[in-house]
């Protein structure tokens, strides 16, 4: 049995997934534990429970292995980076408390201690604590992620599909090496039988800068919206005002300031087979369609 955490959600689902075809049984903890299961029996689904430690010993007691997705892109409802934190410890320390034979942790590319951003300082945290568990382990860094249920391309698309005009913040070009979601669960699954303490970048097999990235999506769409340039706190006004709108927060400072710092990529090399190029192809019926809000999706999912 093998527990992931977040199954109803973008990374954890396809990991899940995963396992579910190789035959592996599956538990899940989950803020959602009464969200529609898309799993039905394959997948029981229980509570992060980070207040009751022993009924969390008790979920986590018997897997082989923990896939550990659980971070917060930003600061929301009470739930601030360092209470994060505090909870990857609860969940790590309950996991060694559980006897879970190895944990195989989502982090994401450059995370660092040192970073002065605080989602990767906080990644950087988080993969201290796990080392520090003494637990065996092995950590993923994905680049930007994408897939069906990602929300980052999603919604670059379905402004690009209703707005006239898209910013490119800068110069733009700072560069991506998007990584499908499949590919990632099938980096992450395979490092539970990988060497203890390894850590792996998940890296898509094209480079683009984030220009290029927006043109493509934009031609693959067959819009006409004119991208411009604008200075980045230009960008996270609109952003801002655009966010009043959808009730929800489209992109944070930090998180363009990553964008732009290069943080999504790597000098490893890549180990994705699936080419954004191809998927967008695929997909450019649906990519974009719908907003996908991350406050609905986490704080008010019935309306997500
Ligand atoms: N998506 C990307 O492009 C990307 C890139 C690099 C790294 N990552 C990392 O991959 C991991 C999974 O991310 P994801 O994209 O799959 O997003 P996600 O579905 O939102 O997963 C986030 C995880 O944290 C849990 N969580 C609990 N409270 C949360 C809250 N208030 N807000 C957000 N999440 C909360 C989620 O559990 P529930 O779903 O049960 O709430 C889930 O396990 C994260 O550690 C993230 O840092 C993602």
């Not at 093998?2 to 899940?16: E, M």
């Not at 980076?81 to 505090?86: C, F, G, I, T, V």
């Not at 080392?131 to 980052?152: N, S, Y």
């Not at 690009?160 to 490119?168: C, K």
Request: hydrophobic residues 40%.
């Amino acid at each position: 049995m093998d527990v992931v955490t977040g199954s109803f959600g973008y990374i954890g689902k396809y990991i899940t997934l995963h396992l579910l075809d190789l035959g592996r049984e599956v538990r899940t903890i989950t803020t959602h534990p009464t969200k529609p299961n898309p799993f039905g029996a394959r997948v029981q689904a229980f509570p992060y429970s980070f207040e009751d430690p022993a009924s969390l010993i008790q979920t986590l007691t018997g897997a082989t292995t923990l896939y550990n997705t659980y971070w917060i892109r930003f600061a929301y409802g009470g739930l601030t980076y360092e209470q994060a934190l505090k909870n990857t410890h609860t969940l790590f320390e309950c996991a060694r408390q559980a006897g879970v034979g190895k944990i195989v942790h989502i982090s994401v590319t450059q995370a660092s201690i040192n970073s002065n951003l605080p989602y990767y300082s906080g990644k950087g945290f988080q993969e201290k604590m796990l080392a520090e568990t003494g637990i065996p382990h092995a950590i993923v860094r994905p680049t930007l992620v994408f897939g069906k249920e990602d929300i980052l391309v999603n919604n670059i698309a379905w402004m690009i599909r209703r707005f006239p005009l898209f910013p490119i913040f800068g110069s733009g070009d700072y560069r991506v090496q998007p990584i499908f979601v499949e590919d990632l669960a099938q980096i992450a699954v395979a490092q539970a039988n990988g060497t203890n303490g390894s850590i792996v970048d998940a890296i898509g097999p094209e480079t683009f800068t984030f220009k290029e990235f927006l043109q493509l999506i934009t031609t693959s769409l067959g819009r006409t919206t004119k991208l411009i340039h604008m200075p980045s706190p230009v960008g996270i006004a609109f952003g801002k005002i655009l966010g009043m709108f959808l009730r929800d927060v489209v992109l944070t400072e930090n998180e363009l300031r990553g964008l732009m710092q290069e943080m999504l990529t790597s000098t490893q090399m890549p180990n994705g087979l699936t080419r954004f190029t191809d998927w967008l192809e695929q997909n450019k019926d649906t990519v974009g369609a719908s907003y996908s809000s991350e406050i609905a999706r986490h704080f008010n999912w019935s309306t997500s």
